[in-house]
């Protein structure tokens, strides 16, 4: 009788603990185009423009992935002569670019830097990109420039570590306090 009443007075007081001064345990839900939570890269969305002397916004959208042998045979009928290798893959991804705000021409790779925008699927690790010739007829991204108002299509074929895909890529901007901030999107759909 006493150990009932015992753990009855322990259950009145824990929750009369917990009523009257409540620990307010707080879940912040992982913010869109974050690492958590990538958008798809498929969708079209606005990311402000950086770079030493550029200062802008664009809209940029993956109009096409491949990874692994689709990326192969897509490669090879285009230009490359040697498989990938042990541990390694090749990647091909096509963008659409929108240069919508901003007042002089614009590189696209201020937008996606080929050498540090490219990481694993988890978001964590960055990849190392070695770059590859892809003669597709679709201008290379390190080689475009955008004007003001201009759209453009680009491309981006590199091989990387194979235990990395399907890979996923940051934009880099600021907020709009000048905090720096990040933009990440998913290729797996």
């Known amino acids: 009788m006493k ?3 015992k753990k009855l007075l322990l259950l009145a007081l824990t929750s009369f603990l917990l009523v009257s001064n409540p620990l ?3 879940v912040q839900a992982a913010k869109a185009g974050s690492k958590q939570k990538p958008y798809s890269a498929y969708k079209s969305r606005i990311v402000d423009v950086y770079g030493a002397r550029y200062y802008g916004r664009a809209k940029i959208k993956l109009l096409d992935y491949k990874d692994g042998n689709k990326a192969y045979k897509y490669l090879k009928k285009h230009g490359i002569k040697k498989k990938a290798g042990n541990s390694k893959e090749y990647v091909y ?3 659409k670019i929108d240069y919508i705000e901003g007042e002089e021409l614009l590189p696209a790779d201020i ?3 080929p050498y540090s925008s490219y990481y694993d699927s988890e978001c964590e690790k960055q990849l190392e990109t070695k770059k590859v010739k892809c003669k597709d007829g679709v201008q290379d991204l390190t080689k475009t420039t955008i004007f003001p108002g ?3 299509i680009c491309k981006q074929a590199f091989l990387i570590d194979s235990e990395s895909l399907p890979i996923t ?3 880099y901007g600021y907020d709009d306090n000048g905090k720096p ?3 990440w999107f998913k290729t797996e759909r």
């Open 3 to 5: 150990q009932k009443l």
């Open 24 to 26: 307010s345990i707080q």
């Open 93 to 95: 991804l096509k963008f």
């Open 111 to 113: 937008i996606l830097t």
């Open 150 to 152: 201009e759209s453009v």
């Open 169 to 171: 890529y940051m934009v």
């Open 181 to 183: 901030m990040e933009t």
